[in-house]
Every structure is written in structure tokens, then in C-alpha cells.
């Protein structure tokens, strides 16, 4: 992970299988040095743009397990795949507004459900 002093960021890529009715999901565990508040980006392939996706997540000191899936209709996930290689792209976003701090993530897992 990069750390930008107040913000430190995660990028990553996985390819899964995927029907028609899935939603897209990341799984991840994670803490930090300090309480900090966690935002999960997935890429849109048909606008070419990364959107956040759930609520933001509060993190804390002690590891966290957290899942994230888009919400609405069966199907919903089908913008974050890319149909010719079942690829997906997830952006992990760390802040906190007035220190610097560390992130730990021993688990991120990308895929559909």
C-alpha cells in the first residue's frame, strides 16, 4: 500500500467467473495505526471510472473483517467485470484528517457473489 501521509491507497486487479445475477463484492481484513475511515472503489468499465461502492468503514487498531457488494438488483455487479476477461479492477482508500498513519490489510479478496 502507498501511504501519503493522511491517506494511503491500494489498488489492486482478480479475475472471477460471473453470471448475469451477480454482485460484485470485496472481502477484506484489515486495521490501522490509528482509527481511520475506509472507502472501497470499484472500476466501471462501461464509464471508465472508479465509483465507490457501500458506506464509508470505520477502522480501527484491532483487525476488522469487512465485506463490500454493490447493492440494488441481481446483475447489479455487471458494470465492474469486464465481459472479455472477467477482470475487475478495486481501488482501497484509507483517511484520516489530521495525522499520519500505517495500514494493514492480510486479506482482500475481489469477486462476485
Known sequence: MKSLGLLCLAALSATSPV??????????ETKSSLSTTLRVYLYN?????????????????????????TSGSPGSGTPYIRPSDKRMKA?????????????????????VR
Not at 453470471?19 to 472481502?27: E, T, V
Not at 465507490?52 to 484491532?62: E, K, L, P
Open 45 to 69: 468499465w462501461a464509464t471508465g471510472i472508479y465509483g465507490q461502492i457501500g458506506s464509508n468503514i470505520s477502522v480501527g487498531t484491532a483487525d476488522g473483517f469487512f465485506e463490500v457488494k
Open 19 to 28: 453470471s448475469s445475477s451477480d454482485l460484485a463484492r470485496i472481502q477484506i
Open 91 to 111: 481501488r482501497l482508500e484509507w483517511t484520516h484528517g489530521t495525522s499520519s498513519f500505517n495500514a494493514f490489510a492480510d486479506v482482500i479478496e475481489v469477486g
